[in-house]
């Protein structure tokens, strides 16, 4: 019988040990460098919640790092969610511990009281900006509180207790007096408790599945009879009207498994999705069997508008079939809104049409309402009259179409927009919204003009801008454009006549602060870009820098180009007290994206007038250990969106090499001694270059994917399967090629990391597999950490083990060794030196066959034969 090495693959990972050998399981948490733990302790700036009518902000200081202990408490991964089952939370909803009140335009601030310890979160304003309605975690439930606007008082709704597992369980009625809440059921008795003996076996069949579906799917799914219990006890909710004047609490029909809970703009109907049985075992809980109806507000059923079957079907990067994603109109009193697929749900199928899109006011009659050429991907009405922007994506060409409809009218519409959505310097920016008097939302309009709001992607880096759009002509003009030297951007409208706007600024030496802009004057000549509208500004708020140090950290941006001439950019950090002209030991982060346009994949998205604020396992730490970082290191993947990862290892390769050939030629970067690191995708990126190439000392791969074996029904945005372009995923796959992984690397990973194709067997894998092969490795599991690290214990250790990794192995590492002669043949000797180029770097072949890919495994060839 022949075996391939797909089929070892397979076997490897099904039979290995299912935990590689730890070293130092017991050591505990490594503390970071003072410096660091400095930084760590520092302050976030606040979040903002601008009210509706803009006479207020809600600042929320979120808890930065929670401890491990709350990380360590119970928690159910149940049907794509994880909660706590002691207070029926999901998992992180609540992140602030700190809220005061500003007010605009005096600038007055408003502390409000809390419990202590609080954990608060889901902050919602009325449409009349007089009351917040917000979440309050303690250990036994989720609470609701209210929060008055004009005295500061917040105060706790009793009989309450909100259950947010399948969505926001706080929604304001069209009085904006009242809310549309999500309770747990006041007598649903104690959680289903697992028999001592399994009821029998776990039983799954498939019956000729027509189209894969993604590896993404596969997210925290229900595992037996008991899970599928469990789920159905958390995710079950009592809908409630709150009366947020008297408190009282008054229950609309009957609890149920409710995943959609939104009120008309009538203020009279409700629109409620029911989650029903059968459950999957296979699939997460939005593709689940669920009932579409309307009640009304005393929870009486008007219409069942659909129901849906199981979706274990849907296409990689496809939808559902038959009706999906319904919501309410928010400029009609109650019409209801859905889409159906054309193309069997497959965005990659060759039709004429992919969706349609319908309408139906509640007791009338279904219309379709428009088609759409690619896939749907959103309406946005304007606040009066039937206009609205209708917006679809090509996902095979990367482009995005935007039109402006009339529906009192007949006709296509009038295309504003149609681009490639990987451009960034071309990119209108997205419309402002404006908050109607019955609470629902539609798109600002202004004198028969809409405003859009961008970042403003230059190659000097972000200006975020303003601008007015003419709906009748297409004619846009810019408002309001930061300033070259500094970062602001616009956060929302202060009065009714869109003549005053809150914006937060921020320069590399100055705290992000908040001040109001007033628009004055046309501005006579105008340069291309820039405002044709004069603004004048104030501060209102005046928070000072909680990290000082870091403004000894110098940021510069660089631009330059690869090999095959994409322009290419990283942002360098460089040591306190740097000396121009020293060259450092070095580190590249990195993470590679996808492009169809060379054009695209080239321009500059870092923000270099950004505050520099260090946050979480940040490579940035490292320049406070003495090292130059190239962050944000441009990593473009540049071709066809089905084939662009045929020439993944070639491109990165380019990529690589035209960043740390620039960080040489300026002087800062030492050849001889650079790192490279990425977290997820990045990861995968890292161990791949250490496989092909010699460019680098040691790697830090973080909570990524090795064994493409193990996802094989696509990774990242590769939509082919593993069995229909299986030479690139076993390419691909670094644990595959272990044996010439022979670079120090560090390998990190969350120990219940919730991302289906970053499992954490995926890190423990490859770590076995380097060193089965004799190479150097060190894993390490973070506990009760999944895709990305919370808590102060995990994110200081990875911090402190990267800097340790890099100090042992790039810092001290030396110049390396000179290239033995032939005579000698050490397995090194077959590698090219630093600066040079694989020989498939320089010019990328064609995307087919790569040579790495044979379906024997080879036992003695040379290691980069396969990077031919």
């Given at each position: 019988m022949k075996i391939t090495l797909f089929a070892l693959a397979l076997f490897a990972a099904a039979a290995a040990p299912s935990s590689p050998a730890r070293t130092d399981a017991s050591a505990g948490y490594l503390r970071a460098p003072e410096e660091v733990r400095a930084v760590l302790d520092a302050p976030l700036p606040p979040a903002v919640f601008v009210n509706p009518v803009g006479d207020r902000v809600l600042l929320a200081r979120s808890l930065r790092y929670p401890p491990i202990a709350e990380l360590a408490e119970p928690l159910l991964k149940l049907a794509g969610v994880r909660l706590h089952p002691h207070n029926n939370a999901r998992q992180g909803d609540g992140d602030f511990v700190e809220v005061s009140l500003q007010r605009l335009p005096d600038g007055h601030a408003q502390p409000v009281s809390l419990p202590a310890d609080a954990r608060v979160g889901s902050f919602r304003w009325n449409a009349a900006g007089t009351k917040v309605a917000f979440l309050h975690e303690t250990p036994t439930a989720v609470e609701l509180w209210v929060l008055?606007?004009?005295?500061?008082k917040a105060r706790r709704i009793p009989r309450v207790r909100l259950?947010?597992?399948?969505?926001?369980?706080?929604?304001?009625?069209?009085?904006?007096?009242a809310l549309l809440v999500r309770l747990v059921p006041r007598k649903r008795g104690a959680p289903p408790v697992p028999r001592r003996a399994p009821p029998g076996p776990r039983i799954e069949e498939s019956k000729g599945v027509g189209k894969a579906s993604s590896t993404y799917e596969a997210r925290d799914l229900l595992r037996s009879p008991h899970d599928a219990d469990l789920f159905e006890y958390y995710a079950s909710s009592q809908l409630a009207i709150v009366d947020v004047r008297s408190g009282s609490v008054r229950p609309i029909g009957a609890p149920g498994i409710i995943d959609v809970a939104a009120p008309a703009p009538d203020g009279r109907h409700l629109l409620v999705q029911r989650i029903t049985r059968p459950f999957s075992f296979t699939r997460p809980y939005y593709r689940f069997p669920a009932t579409v109806e309307v009640w009304d507000t005393r929870g009486k059923l008007v219409e069942r508008v659909a129901e849906l079957p199981l979706a274990d079907q849907v296409p990689i990067q496809g939808v559902r079939t038959g009706p999906r994603d319904h919501h309410w109109r928010s400029t009609a009193p109650a019409t209801l809104v859905w889409t159906e697929a054309l193309d069997g749900g497959d965005t990659f199928k060759?039709?004429?049409?992919?969706?349609?899109?319908?309408?139906?006011?509640?007791?009338?009659?279904?219309?379709?309402?428009?088609?759409?050429?690619?896939?749907?991907?959103?309406?946005?009405?304007?606040?009066?009259?039937?206009r609205a922007l209708v917006t679809e994506i090509d996902q095979d060409k990367h482009r995005v179409t935007t039109r402006f409809v009339d529906f009192d009218t007949a006709g296509p519409g009038r295309v504003l927009w149609d681009r490639n959505y990987d451009d960034a310097y071309g990119d209108p920016g997205n419309?402002?919204?404006?908050?109607?008097?019955?609470g629902a939302r539609a798109v600002r309009e202004r004198n028969g003009s809409i405003f859009l709001a961008g970042a403003g992607a230059t190659p000097g880096g972000s200006r975020p801008f303003l601008d007015r759009i003419e709906l009748a002509t297409g004619k846009t003009q810019r408002l309001f454009r930061s300033d070259p030297d500094a970062l602001e951007y616009f956060l929302g409208f202060t009065d009714a006549a869109?003549?005053?706007?809150?914006?937060?600024r921020e320069t590399p030496t100055e705290p992000p602060n908040l001040f109001q802009r007033t628009l004055q004057g046309p501005i006579a000549k105008a340069a291309a870009g820039e405002p044709v509208i004069a603004s004048s500004s104030r501060s209102i708020t005046a928070f000072t820098d909680p990290t000082p140090q870091l403004r000894k950290v110098t940021k510069k941006l660089v631009t330059y180009k690869r090999k095959d001439g994409v322009p290419l950019s990283f942002t360098l950090y460089l040591p306190p007290d740097y000396k121009e002209g020293t060259r450092l030991p070095t580190v590249v982060w990195a993470y590679p994206l996808d492009y169809t346009d060379p054009s695209a994949a080239g321009q500059v998205r870092a923000r270099p007038q950004e505050f520099t604020t260090i946050v979480g396992a940040s490579p940035v730490f490292l320049a406070l250990a003495g090292y130059a970082v190239l962050d944000g290191v441009a990593m473009p993947v540049v071709g066809p969106a089905e084939t662009a990862y045929d020439t993944f290892v070639e491109q990165i390769t380019m990529n690589a090499t035209a960043a740390i050939d620039k960080a040489v030629e300026l002087g800062v970067a030492d050849r001889d001694r650079i790192g490279v690191m990425g977290h997820s995708h990045g990861a995968l990126m890292t161990a791949n270059l250490l496989v092909w190439t010699d460019l680098f000392r040691a790697g830090v791969a973080r909570s990524g994917a090795y064994n493409h074996t193990l996802r094989p029904f696509g990774f990242q945005n590769e939509r082919r399967t593993l069995y229909s372009a299986r030479t690139n995923y076993l390419r691909l796959s670094p644990l595959l090629h272990a044996d010439k992984l022979d670079e120090p690397l560090l390998i990190i990973h969350g120990e219940i990391d919730a991302n289906p194709g970053t499992t954490p067997q995926q890190s423990e894998k490859l770590f076995e597999a380097v060193r089965g092969v004799g190479g150097t490795a060190r894993l390490v599991m973070l506990p009760h950490e999944s895709h990305g690290y919370q808590a102060r214990e995990s994110t200081e250790h990875a911090i402190a083990e990267t800097i340790a990794w890099f100090d042992r192995h790039v810092k001290e590492a030396g110049p390396r060794p000179k290239k033995p002669t032939p005579a000698t043949k050490p397995k090194a000797a077959t590698k090219p030196k630093a600066a040079t180029k694989p020989k498939a770097a320089t010019k990328p072949k064609p995307a087919t066959k790569p040579k790495a890919a044979t379906s024997r495994p080879r036992t003695s060839a040379p290691k980069r034969a396969a990077s031919r």
């Open positions: 008055d606007a004009k005295t500061g259950n947010p597992v399948l969505g926001d369980p706080i929604v304001w009625l069209a009085d904006q007096d060759k039709v004429p049409e992919h969706d349609r899109v319908l309408v139906k006011p509640i007791g009338g009659t279904a219309r379709e309402l428009l088609r759409t050429k690619q896939r749907f991907a959103g309406v946005q009405w304007i606040e009066t009259g039937s419309p402002i919204y404006r908050t109607l008097p019955n869109a003549t005053t706007f809150l914006t937060r």
